[in-house]
């Protein structure tokens, strides 16, 4: 099988990230917005013992009206974690207030939510 010459970056890209996996990508979402947006698996331990393989994603804005955010989410067999940190207290209450209208509308569409968090973002 011959790949085109155009297509062998993605093809190599694609290869990657099965064997790592895990997916990076940094750039702009629209005109003068980047993200950096990461996608890794994990495991974990459950209550019983059980290792457990979960997908994690986190993405990072420095968004106009709410300044630098990040939402962690963690996708388990079942169920999903999200955390929500901002370093603005006033974009941490506001992420608060809809975070209950978030997980509802998550819960509609059949994603069960075992916790949503607002935190301080870390700097370090």
């Known amino acids: 099988l011959s790949i085109p010459e155009h297509l062998q970056p993605l093809v190599q890209q694609q290869l990657n990230a099965l064997e790592t996996r895990q997916v ?61 940190d901002a370093s603005d207290s006033a974009t941490r209450a506001k ?8 997980v509802a509308a998550l819960t509609e569409r059949g994603i069960s939510t075992s916790s949503a968090v607002v935190a301080q973002h870390d700097n370090t």
Not at 53 to 74: C, H, M, S, Y
């Open 95 to 102: 992420l608060g207030n809809a975070s209950s209208r978030l």
């Open 24 to 84: 990076q990508w940094q750039g702009q979402v629209w005109p003068h917005q980047e993200m950096n947006w990461d996608i890794h698996e994990e495991s974990s331990r459950k209550p019983n013992g059980e290792e457990e393989r979960l997908w994690a994603t986190q993405i990072q804005l420095d968004l106009p009206n709410l300044g630098a955010v990040t939402a962690k989410l963690r996708f388990g067999s079942s169920d999903l974690h999200l955390t929500l």
